[in-house]
């Protein structure tokens, strides 16, 4: 398990020891802003559109995601990282031998933390981002994982599921500067995450099943020390 936890949490530990290093002596990297995000999923274990009317298809069930970051400027460039918690459920829907319906429902939860720069798109008249792209890489931790079977004999589906993933990732943002809740500016967000294979079973045969991708939105706030 230390492998895994070390893989995720290493570009946290090394902004953010950078960024306590240099933010009291005026350098090359400070704290801009400290932004929070809440919303839903839309993904997950991905299933190849191609092979859906086989045999196999997935039901994304409830999904959601909420984490806190911290934006630095290193040499007056945008980065932002920290950590995020993702909660998935899908039902995997098999179609069996006498064409019985055999279900294996997936809930797991994700430690993630990802690293993007931000591009500044557009800005208000005081010089605060309006819109910002988001262009980078997450890594995920699977930390809470249960597999129930329903119709599915002991044994008769094997599967493997990799706890770790990590990909690129483009998000968008859009604040609402004329709104100012206790120095927060609100605003919506959109992610896009395409990931490293996570799980695999007999019906998952081809490449590309099985992939951790998603797509999630909601309400960001954030407050603006620059």
Known sequence: MTRPLVFVLLPYFLLMGAGCARVSTGEWVRLSSVPVYGGFNWGGVTVHPSYVPASLYSQPR???????????????????????????????????????IEDRRLEYSQLRVPLTYNLDLLRDSSGLPVADLKLGMSGGYTALLKVSDRGIAEGSKPYTFTRCDAGPQLGFVFYLSGLRFSGFVPGLFLDAYVGTVIYSDDGMARDGYGRNNYLRAGLTARTFER
């Open 62 to 100: 409830r999904m959601y995601s909420a984490g806190a970051h911290a934006e630095f400027e290193v040499k007056g460039h945008p980065v932002e990282t920290d950590l995020d918690w993702h909660v998935f459920d899908h039902m995997l829907n098999y179609a069996g031998p006498s064409r019985t």
